[in-house]
């Protein structure tokens, strides 16, 4: 399996643009998992899906956040507008209802807001 | 707020030697996990224990966990450099059922000199 994979790797935007991130999770994975890790904050959860449904978005930081999961095998986290506060490494994460406690992480989204 | 809570923040050892992380943590867990993180990419899963678990073992990992205490240590044994890494708990709450989210300790940078 080629694992959990996140595009892009890296981006720049500038204040106010809208940022579009994207996950694929592992195929037959039940639960998706959003998480954004800075060095003040750590790793925080932000939302996470089972069967593609938003079970709990408690940790969406506010409304110019807001992620979506189409289908089983893709999910994207959209900030718009972008604010320099949100420049961190954005990971996804998915796990199976078999061996639901262990999440396994794609290589994250490196996001810089100028 | 922050569930688990690694001590030290930062570890440097000699190869070869052992290295041990603690971790605290506040609620009443199912279970508690030890993550790996290499610099620049996700955070990969080494090991899981049980609140009905007192210690576990995987390869030259030993996990040990206090209930009691609502702590966890997490020791390498015959360190090599390629451990270098930040290694990070996770707990999850119980809540009387299952529980998917994990929430993350800020993680100990462990460095092992050649």
């Known amino acids: 399996d080629a694992g959990v994979i996140q595009s892009p790797r890296h981006e720049v935007t500038e204040m106010g643009q809208e940022v579009t991130l994207r996950c694929k999770p592992i195929?037959?994975?039940?639960?998706l998992f959003w998480y954004r890790q800075t060095m003040m904050r750590g790793l925080e959860l932000l939302i996470y899906f089972n069967n593609n449904v938003p079970i709990d978005d408690s940790g969406m930081p506010e409304d110019r956040f807001s992620a979506k999961m189409p289908n089983a095998s893709f999910s994207t986290l959209k900030i718009q507008p972008s604010e320099p506060r949100d420049s961190a490494v954005y990971f996804c994460?998915?796990?199976?209802?078999?061996?639901?406690?262990?999440?396994?992480f794609g290589p994250g989204t490196r996001l810089l807001v100028l | 707020s922050q569930q688990g809570e690694e001590d030290p923040q930062a570890l440097s050892i000699q190869e070869g030697e052992n290295a041990t992380m603690n971790c605290s943590y506040k609620t009443s867990i199912n279970n508690l996990q030890w993550y790996r993180q290499n610099s620049g990419r996700g955070l990969v899963h080494l090991i899981l224990?049980?609140?009905?678990?007192r210690e576990k073992h995987s390869g030259r990992l030993r996990v040990t966990l206090d209930t009691s205490k609502k702590s966890s240590s997490l020791l390498i044994t015959a360190s090599r450099a390629a451990d270098t890494a930040s290694y990070f708990c996770a707990t999850d709450r119980d809540s009387g059922g299952s529980n998917y989210k994990l929430t993350f300790g800020k993680g100990t940078l462990l460095t092992v000199n050649p």
């Open positions: 994460a998915s796990s199976s209802r078999q061996g639901q406690e262990t999440q396994y």
């Open positions: 195929s037959g994975h039940d639960y």
């Open positions: 224990i049980r609140s009905n678990e």
